[in-house]
């Protein structure tokens, strides 16, 4: 049977609020997406699948490594980790199946990115330019139109970001489905309808993708995945370790192996997708990966693949906070290791948002109240504990009876049984794969840099012998490529390549060494060797003749 292809296609930012996920998700029926919808009802429909952070490049690592964050390092928002030595990127393991694997630039695993990783990584970049159109691809497809700051643009630039919005399909503001811990204010409805503009924007961008592999005659044999790396961009979702900010939306189509109209009511973690797509196309899952396999290469769901999934929240930006959480299908227990710190923090970036704004707003005119001698009124009580100057130090919600998290059952002698089976699975998921989070962020650094000072990963030794060039290089977890291009002038990588781990562009491309590398006499053949988190090695340039 000839390999999938496989077709990742994602989107910052949103919980599952797609038309499909009506009578599921609260308030997914005010969505207007007929492409993604039109994909549920082709594929399979998760309802129950979430991110490992609440925050993008924590999130992202953990689905493209298959690992916990806190056991790898990536945890913080943000961050350049030294994960351990066995730790790859997904792409690599299909570059070494012969897999074209590209990607559309954007990156934010948490690590600088090894040019061996990706056939192509660019604006450009498409499974249409692999050079044999026989060959299997895993195509990257990452999409900025739902991220928080499109929310927030002011009147013209948000038309143009949503030019493919029909003024039919505009979300109105008084029909805006607001949790009850926003404020219902003209910045919140403005901001919500906002957002689901936005959705049906990128719903369309969805359409153009799918409408290509159709064109192309490869819908047929092509794994598509969708999935948001993880939840909102708004108070109490985005960076906040809640059901908003890790409920994901998840939909998988591959045809005439996923029943169309399939629904899953399984516990998942986007961190599942790494063994899932590697098992779905037959290939080896590596042992160390933390995430389950959902899929098998025929196409079968392996029932529960998770009693339980877990998450975690730690430092964004230069607020240091501490939190995990783990879910079973109806209750979420949550742990906040700093509950003196307010769970609101000042932030830089998301404080110049108009909903973190208001929120502040708001929590002034309440602070002008209570200099009057006044009852306060700008907040409900529920709405207040965002901007508190403290919060619980554990928290248990019954999400079946409460799906918006309202009432806090930690302190409920009736559910006491639940918060005491919560805390030990906690733990227990802690001692198992370690919390990397729990370590001060100097000392975690100090013991990958010491001194300060990057670890390099060794040249590669290279041998000539009767079947080519044979590489190897000292460095546990090292990669090695090669490339018969020239080196050349480096560009300048802006501040955000760098702060997303996009590797520097010399102009080459890297082929990932997998098998001895043949030459002729008049090549000279370049070899470098990778590992995450360290220096890549200088290059080794050899011109040596070998038989054939």
């Known amino acids: 049977m000839k390999q999938p292809n496989v077709l990742w296609i994602s989107t910052h930012d949103i919980n599952p609020d797609l038309g499909c996920y009506s009578g599921v998700w609260p308030g997914a029926e005010y969505a207007v997406t007929p492409n993604l919808d039109r994909l549920a009802q082709e594929g399979a429909r998760f309802d129950l699948a979430f991110a490992s952070a609440p925050v993008c490049a924590p999130a992202r690592s953990a689905i493209y490594t298959g690992c916990f964050p806190t056991a790898i390092g990536t945890m913080h928002m943000r961050t350049k980790a030294v994960p351990p030595p066995e730790v790859h990127l997904l792409p690599e393991y299909f570059r070494q199946q012969g897999y074209y694997c590209t990607n559309n630039v954007f990156t934010d695993f948490q690590v600088d990115v090894p040019s ?33 700051s499109r929310i927030y643009l002011d009147d013209d630039a948000f038309a143009r970001e949503t030019e493919h919005v029909a003024d039919t399909d505009r979300h109105y503001l008084a029909a805006a489905p607001l949790p009850p811990y926003y404020p219902d204010t003209p910045v919140f409805r403005r ?18 993708i799918l409408d290509q592999l159709e064109e ?26 809640t059901e908003a900010g890790l409920r994901e939306p998840l939909l998988i189509r591959w045809p005439g192996m996923i029943e169309p109209g399939t629904v899953r009511t399984d516990l998942v973690h986007t961190m599942d997708l790494a063994p899932t797509m590697l098992q779905a196309c037959g290939l080896p899952v590596p042992p160390h990966m933390h995430g389950t396999p959902l899929l098998t290469s025929d196409g079968s769901f392996i ?14 930006d230069e607020a240091e906070d501490t939190t995990r959480t783990v879910r079973d299908k109806r209750f979420r227990y949550t742990r906040h290791y700093h509950p003196d710190r307010s769970p609101m923090q000042h932030t830089d970036y998301p404080d110049n948002l108009a909903t973190w704004a208001e ?38 919600y019954d999400l079946t009876a409460d799906p918006h998290e309202t009432r806090n059952l930690a302190k409920d002698p009736g559910h006491a049984p639940v918060i005491v089976r919560m805390r030990e699975v906690l733990g227990q998921w802690q001692e198992r794969y370690g919390d990397l989070g729990l370590l001060a962020e100097d000392e975690l650094i100090e013991g990958w840099r010491p001194a300060g000072k990057v670890p390099s990963t060794a040249a590669p030794q290279v041998v000539p012998t009767p079947k080519g060039l044979v590489a190897c290089c000292l460095t546990p977890g ?8 020239a080196p050349g002038p480096v560009r300048e990588s802006g501040l955000m390549d760098r702060a997303i781990g996009v590797p520097a562009d010399d102009g080459r491309s890297w082929h990932l060494y ?29 011109s040596v003749p070998v038989h054939a």
């Not at 192509?120 to 195509?139: C, G, I, V, Y």
């Not at 192309?216 to 109490?236: C, K, Q, Y």
């Not at 029932?303 to 964004?316: A, E, I, L, S, T």
């Not at 109240?369 to 100057?389: D, H, I, M, Y």
């Open 303 to 316: 029932d529960n693949p998770n009693k339980y999934v877990y998450g975690g929240r730690d430092r964004m």
């Open 116 to 148: 061996v990783v990706f056939d192509e990584l660019s604006p450009t970049a498409h499974w249409r330019k692999r050079p044999d159109p026989s060959t299997p691809f895993f195509a990257a497809f990452h999409g900025m139109t739902t991220h928080e």
């Open 478 to 485: 090292s990669s090695i490529g090669w490339t018969t291009d």
């Open 216 to 241: 192309d005659g490869l819908a047929e044999n092509t794994i598509v995945v969708f999935w948001s790396d993880h939840g909102r961009g708004m108070p109490r979702a985005k960076r906040w370790a």
């Open 359 to 396: 929120f502040r707003r708001l929590a002034s005119e309440e602070a002008r109240q209570l200099a009057c001698g006044e009852k306060r009124s700008q907040f409900t009580k529920l709405q207040r504990t965002l901007v508190a100057a403290f919060k619980a130090e554990e928290e248990l």
């Open 191 to 208: 901001s919500w309808a906002r957002y689901a503009d936005l959705i049906t924007e990128m719903d369309h961008w969805v359409g153009t």
């Open 514 to 542: 997998t098998a001895p590398v043949t030459v002729t006499a008049s090549e000279t053949v370049w070899f470098k060797a990778w590992r995450l988190g360290y220096r890549p090695s200088a290059d080794v340039a050899v």
